[in-house]
C-alpha cells in the first residue's frame, strides 16, 4: 500500500473523512474530480494526504485523521499570480516535506500545485487537466498569461506526466509524447432506473463554469428561442457560475429577448447539480473546448442524451464521435436547435444514445478502469523514493 500525496483545488466536503468532516471545515475550491480522486484511492486501502489551499485560513493548519489528512495552507488574491503564487508554493511544499510523510505526490493541473510537489523533491505525477494555451488563447488576460507560463516552466521540469485525455495529450504536441492518459471518472452510482422518457421530459439543462467565451452559453440561449419558434417549448435551466440570477447569463439575455422559458439556477452544491443533470431530457454541452468534459461524464453515468459540439476538444471522443451523444457544430444556434429537437423528438433516438452513453461509462471511465491505469504509476514512482 502506498502514502499517496494529492495537490490541488479540492472540494473538502466531499472527502471521505474516516472520523467525518470537521464542523469548522475551511472554505474549500467547487473541484470535485479532485474529491473522487482522493476517495478512489482510499477506498484501494492507501493512505492520502491532501494538500490545498483556503482563503479562509490565515495559517497552514492540519486535519489528520489517520487514513486521510488534510493539510490546508492561506491562498492569495489573484494578484499573487504576479508572483507564480510564490507565497502558497512555499507553504504547499513546507507541508509536504513536514508530513505525515509521503511515497508520492499526484499533483492536479500544471501550475502551482504541481510547481510545489517538484519542488518538494518528492516523486510526483503532473496530471494535466487543461491547455493553458488554448485557455489563454479564449482569455486573454493577465492572469490567463501568467498561468500559461507558469504550466510551461511546469512542462519542462516535470517527469512523470498524464492528461485527462488523448485531446489533451495530442495538444501538448511533442511535449505530451511521454504523457499516460488517465481519464476523469465518476464513483460508481446506483444502477440507474429505467427511464420514464415521457414523465422526465420537463426540462433540458446545461451546466457551465462560466457564460462568455469558450463556454458559449449565449448560443445555446438563442438555439432555445429557435426551439420554442418551432413549437419545442421546454423548460431550459442554467447551471453554473454566471448563471445564476441577475448575474452574466440572466443580463445577457434580457438584452437579448432570451429570457422566456429559461431558469438561472446559477451554482449548486455538487450534488444537487448532479441531480438536476440526472433529471434532464437532455444535457446540451455548447462548450467550444473542453480538455475531458466532466459534466457531459456525469450525464452519460445517468442515462441522459447530451448534445455537444463536434469540434470541442474532448467531446466527440467522450461521446464515442457520435454513438453515444448527438454532435453538432456549436457555434450556429440553428445546429444546436437541430440536434436538441432530434433527441427530443424521438424516444428510440434519445433511450439509444442514454443506454449507449451509460454503457461506454461503465467501460471507458468508473472508478475501477481508472484506478487500475492508476496505481502502476503510483508504484513506479514510490520505488523511486526508496
Known amino acids: ?10 472540494s473538502m466536503d466531499l472527502l471521505d473523512f474516516p472520523s467525518g468532516p470537521p464542523s469548522d471545515l475551511p472554505q474549500s475550491y467547487d473541484a470535485p474530480v479532485v474529491s473522487h480522486f482522493a476517495n478512489a484511492i482510499l477506498r484501494r486501502g492507501h493512505r492520502v494526504v491532501v494538500y490545498t489551499t483556503s482563503r479562509s485560513v490565515q495559517q497552514s493548519i492540519l486535519i489528520d485523521q489517520g487514513q486521510l489528512a488534510v493539510w490546508v495552507v492561506p491562498r492569495r488574491r489573484p494578484r499573487s499570480v504576479l508572483r507564480f503564487h510564490a507565497a502558497e508554493r512555499r507553504d504547499l511544499c513546507s507541508a509536504m516535506r513536514r508530513g505525515p510523510k509521503v511515497d508520492v505526490v499526484h499533483a492536479m493541473w500544471s501550475y502551482e500545485f504541481a510547481l510545489a510537489a517538484l519542488q518538494s523533491g518528492i516523486p510526483s505525477l503532473v496530471h494535466y487537466r487543461d491547455h493553458a494555451w488554448t485557455i489563454l488563447r479564449f482569455s486573454r488576460d493577465p492572469y490567463r498569461l501568467f498561468r500559461w507560463l507558469l504550466s510551461s516552466y511546469v512542462t519542462l521540469r516535470a517527469h512523470c506526466k498524464a492528461a485527462n485525455s488523448e485531446y489533451l495529450k495530442s495538444a501538448y504536441g511533442r511535449r505530451g509524447a511521454d504523457m499516460i492518459v488517465v481519464p476523469n471518472f465518476l464513483p460508481a452510482p446506483p444502477e440507474a432506473a429505467a427511464r420514464d422518457l415521457e414523465a422526465t421530459r420537463s426540462y433540458a439543462i446545461t451546466v457551465s463554469n462560466g457564460f462568455a467565451g469558450r463556454k458559449n452559453v449565449g448560443l445555446a440561449l438563442e438555439a432555445f428561442r429557435i426551439l420554442r419558434q418551432r413549437g419545442i417549448d421546454m423548460e431550459y435551466r442554467l447551471v453554473g457560475a454566471d448563471l445564476g440570477p441577475g448575474q452574466v447569463a440572466e443580463t445577457h439575455a434580457q438584452s437579448h429577448g432570451l429570457t422566456h422559458g429559461v431558469r438561472f439556477l446559477g451554482r449548486l452544491p455538487y450534488v444537487a447539480a448532479a441531480r438536476e443533470v440526472a433529471g434532464a431530457a437532455v444535457l446540451l454541452h455548447p462548450a467550444l473546448e473542453e480538455s475531458f468534459g466532466m459534466t ?53 433516438l434519445s433511450r439509444q444514445l442514454a443506454e449507449e452513453a451509460r454503457a461506454r461509462y461503465l467501460e471507458r471511465y468508473s472508478e475501477e478502469t481508472v484506478m487500475d491505469i492508476l496505481e502502476p504509476l503510483y508504484a513506479d514512482l514510490a520505488s523511486q523514493s526508496k
Open 296 to 348: 457531459v461524464l456525469e450525464a452519460m453515468s445517468a442515462g441522459v442524451p447530451v448534445v455537444g459540439g463536434a469540434d470541442s476538444g474532448n467531446v466527440p471522443e467522450l461521446l464515442d464521435f457520435g454513438r453515444c451523444g448527438l454532435l453538432c457544430d456549436v457555434r450556429s444556434p440553428q445546429a444546436i436547435a437541430d440536434a436538441v429537437e432530434g433527441v427530443l423528438t424521438n424516444p428510440d
Open 1 to 10: 500500500m502506498f502514502r499517496v500525496g494529492i495537490a490541488g483545488p479540492v
